[in-house]
């Protein structure tokens, strides 16, 4: 009869289900200790398209998709398969707490907005967006010289010719001038 690979011996089982017990436990414990640390910062993870009710509010029945677009920014999820839907995905979990996640998908039919489905209920009454953009008007500027004039008369090049300009037009060349000469 063959000898087994190795021995099973009771003692020594038993001292090694013990060592993992004592392990798992160990392991187990760490995190929940690192995890209500006083003064010990955790970062907000945040996944996925941001989307509030507000967003929510703008959507209407029959936008086209742009529009939708336009609103809701790009899907988190296109389905090959179900191309007539959007769905939109949000996870955050902020300092350490549980997860929070929110869902909404959008269904078209012929590129306009039939349904939305999840999380968000849209309003009934219409949203209007106010713009938070503020418009200011500049006044215009009265100068003699433009800044490129002011940084060339420091190097003493004004363009400005300082010899008297005469009529070129009614002057006569000088004989023997080129332009006295014919072509050949």
Not at 173 to 182: C, F, I, K, M
Request: proline share 7%; with cysteine.
């Amino acid at each position: 009869m063959r000898k087994p690979f190795f021995a099973l011996n009771p003692l020594g089982n038993r001292s090694s289900c013990i060592f993992a017990v004592a392990a798992s436990l160990t392991l187990t414990s760490c995190t929940t200790i690192l995890t209500n640390l006083p003064g010990v910062y955790t970062v907000d993870v945040q996944q996925g398209n941001i989307v509030d009710q507000a967003m929510i509010d703008q959507l209407r029945p029959n936008m086209n998709k742009r529009q939708v677009l336009y609103i809701m920014g790009s899907p988190m999820l296109v389905d090959f398969f179900h191309q007539k839907r959007w769905d939109y995905l949000y996870s955050a979990q902020v300092e350490g707490g549980d997860r929070q996640q929110k869902r909404i998908s959008l269904f078209f039919n012929n590129d306009q907005l039939i349904g939305v489905q999840g999380d968000f209920k849209p309003s009934a009454v219409p949203v209007i967006k106010t713009s938070e953009e503020t418009t200011v008007e500049v006044p215009k500027r009265d100068l003699e010289k433009t800044l490129w004039e002011m940084i060339s008369g420091l190097f003493g090049y004004d363009d400005i010719d300082d010899t008297p300009k005469s009529d070129k037009s009614n002057a006569k060349p000088a004989p023997g001038s080129p332009a006295d000469q014919l072509p050949l």
